[in-house]
């Protein structure tokens, strides 16, 4: 008699089982990084809409030696004591002016939606508009950016 060899064909139910486990520790993993990263890119918006504004609030200061009294949105006509500037994104708006009496001053951004919502990223100055410092608000330190924790 002649005994015929069986082939293995497929996957034993084990084998995809252990496979099936893998993936789902890794997407345990993956899915509350892949949160922060994101929450994260949104509070990097606050952050770069208030950065646009460091070169042109420090002129004004240095000009007129005070702050703007008010921040109006691009579409608009500044005053006198005015400046325009683009204060809403996607994810958060700035404040219409900056708190604070010449040199020092802070401005302040909200995030509008997001893991972060609520929250607040502040970007203050004490010497005019020199330097300035982005560790203020109450936003947690793991979603701002490496400059300002």
Request: net charge positive; with cysteine.
């Amino acid at each position: 008699m002649k005994v015929a060899k069986k082939v293995q064909q497929g996957f034993t139910l084990i084998e995809l089982m252990i496979v099936v486990a893998i993936i789902g520790i890794l997407a345990a993993v993956a899915l509350p990084a892949y949160n922060d990263y994101t929450t994260r890119a949104q509070v990097s918006e606050g952050i770069e809409l208030m950065g646009g504004l460091k070169g042109p609030l420090a002129e004004y200061g240095y000009q007129k030696n005070a702050w703007p009294t008010a921040l109006i949105p691009s579409t608009g006509t500044p005053g006198a004591t005015e400046l325009t500037a683009t204060l809403t994104g996607k994810y958060s708006s700035i404040g219409a002016s900056v708190a604070g009496t010449f040199p020092s001053g802070t401005l302040t951004a909200t995030m509008t939606s997001g893991q972060a919502n609520g929250s607040t990223v502040t970007l203050a100055t004490a010497d005019g508009g020199n330097t300035w410092t982005c560790t203020g608000g109450t936003v947690a330190n793991k979603y701002r950016p490496v400059a300002c924790k």
